[in-house]
């Protein structure tokens, strides 16, 4: 079987090599008005000089394609043919050297394409290709979009320099009753640099999974003097401490509209975990307020979070109560999902006491008539990245949300923050992050058919400036469609997990548990 297998796969390779032609540039064409009609849509972009070779489908009529990325001088060029499927995938090896000689420059791409024997030239694109690299790896998870079950998902990491996708963790296990938890929440420090990883399982073999300090150990974080689990977290960028948001989260269904599920926090407070203490403490805990998404500035001494003002809601007329006076928080919050809006707070904090500030408001999202998630600082401390929607704090389910930026260093930093409407589409932008030199922007875009979740990659200039987000590069391009998973909270790192997923595996379905202990 094995050997039939491998004969089908060889015959398929040749007939499909069989049918392409050759890779050269076409000595008579006619020049076309067409604008290039690519997916993905790698025109006008800004790329970095270590990324994958930018392989994609032509999508203008045509029974044979060329397709040439070239320098501005043509001294170097890498070329790739196609047939029907219009898939040109180029070599890794000539695609190197063309971005190691044009780091800094542009580069020109020219699509060539044959209808009934005349071959037409679209008109160029002009690609350029940045002086600053990305960070070489990115991790994320491949999930189903659901609602109520999961099935086989994991935690992987990809090599943006090539195509190497590797596992971290998968509940995919050779039986299949060891199949039944979810995994999430999975976050590293300081860009991977240190080797401090972690992610939750929950359901069967519930816990969280730490990787510190050349051990890996299966914690339970419930304790009696926290709100619940903990949930979203910030690893501080030097020392061996975490801020989790401790949440109590619940799912609606719409009936009536187009949006699916409203992903809803009934309670959530801010919690402080000391690694190698193995000690828990609150950080914020108001019965008022809903504080979740912490994250650090790069300094480590400001934590940011958003925060949704809740008791307001009970005073809400909602015809649907009898009494709306005895409303319970959770009511209030169910029957006015969308009048609940995060604003951005930040917390002083000092690194010697360990002891934080008081809250102060960031940005007035209630006031804008919106709700902001996800907050990230830039490396070098200017620019807070987060999106923006109408309602809420869980926006992948939602129809639209936009990435914004606020200055730190404005005089009046509420005052500076805009929309990144190069970076941004008219879908729901999720989840993001920064490279670690602060020049690249990675987001969780569902732009391309509104139900997966896609990482997309943008440039952020020296001036503030986004650019034209493009998507992930893949070896074969039709990947994107035929990959039947969402990309979920990607991140990027300057080096890989250095733990095994059997190491991990050892960790999920360990006898051992370590239960934390409260006080600081």
């Not at 491949?142 to 090539?162: A, F, K």
């Amino acid at each position: 079987m094995k050997h039939t297998i491998f004969l089908l796969t060889l015959l398929t390779a040749v007939i499909f090599t069989a049918c392409k032609p050759d890779a050269v540039v076409p000595a008579n064409c006619v020049d076309s008005k067409e604008a290039i009609n690519i997916f993905p849509d790698y025109t006008d972009v800004v790329i970095p000089p270590n990324i994958a070779p930018l392989n994609f489908m032509a999508k203008n009529q045509g029974d044979e394609f060329v397709a040439r990325y070239a320098t501005s001088d043509g001294k170097h060029e890498v070329v790739a043919a196609a047939g029907l499927d219009g898939k040109l995938m180029f070599d890794s090896i000539a695609w190197r050297e063309l971005l190691t000689s044009a780091r800094g420059t542009n580069i020109t791409l020219t699509l060539y394409s044959n209808t009934n024997g005349t071959w037409l030239k679209h008109p160029e694109s002009t690609i350029t290709v940045a002086e600053e690299e990305i960070d070489p790896y990115l991790t994320y998870r491949l999930i189903e979009p659901s609602y109520e079950l999961y099935r086989q998902l994991g935690l992987y990491q990809r090599n943006l320099t090539n195509f190497d996708e590797v596992p971290i963790y998968e509940n995919n296990a050779e039986y299949e009753d060891e199949n039944n938890h979810c995994i999430n929440c999975h976050a590293a420090q300081n860009y991977g640099e240190t080797h401090r990883t972690l992610f939750h399982v929950r359901g069967e073999h519930g816990a969280t999974i730490m990787a510190h300090d050349g051990k890996v150990e299966r914690l339970n974080m419930k304790c009696d003097s926290t709100l619940g689990n903990a949930v979203y977290p910030a690893w501080h960028p030097s020392k061996p401490w975490i801020v989790f948001s401790s949440n109590r989260t619940g799912q609606a269904f719409y009936l009536q509209q187009k949006d699916k599920i409203e992903v809803i926090d009934y309670g959530s407070d801010l919690i402080f975990y000391d690694v190698e203490n193995n000690k828990i403490s609150n950080v914020l805990k108001t019965p008022i307020e809903m504080e979740t998404f912490p994250t650090w500035a790069p300094d480590g001494k400001t934590l940011y979070y958003c925060s949704a003002y809740v008791d307001a809601l009970s005073q809400i007329p909602d015809t649907t109560f009898a009494n709306p006076k005895n409303m319970t928080p959770s009511d209030s919050i169910v029957k006015n999902f969308d009048k609940v809006h995060y604003n951005l707070m930040a917390l002083d904090f000092d690194e010697s006491t360990r002891t934080f500030g008081q809250p102060r408001l960031v940005l007035d999202c209630a006031a804008r008539e919106g709700s902001a998630t996800v907050p990230r600082v830039s490396p070098d401390g200017r620019w807070l990245l987060f999106t923006l929607g109408k309602f809420g704090q869980f926006h992948i389910w939602h129809g639209v949300s936009d990435l914004y930026v606020i200055d730190l260093q404005a005089a009046d930093p509420a005052a500076s923050v805009r929309r990144l409407d190069q970076a941004n589409s008219d879908k729901v932008e999720s989840f993001h992050n920064w490279s670690s030199n602060g020049r690249w922007i990675v987001v969780s875009s569902r732009r391309d058919d509104g139900s997966y979740s896609r990482p997309y990659i943008a440039y952020f200039d020296k001036e503030g400036n986004d650019h034209k987000a493009f998507l992930l590069p893949q070896y074969d391009p039709e990947q994107n469609f035929m990959r039947m998973k969402s990309y979920n909270v990607p991140e990027l790192s300057r080096t890989a997990v250095n733990v095994t997923p059997e190491q991990f595996r050892e960790a999920v379905y360990s006898e051992d548990i370590k239960s934390v202990q409260y006080g600081k």
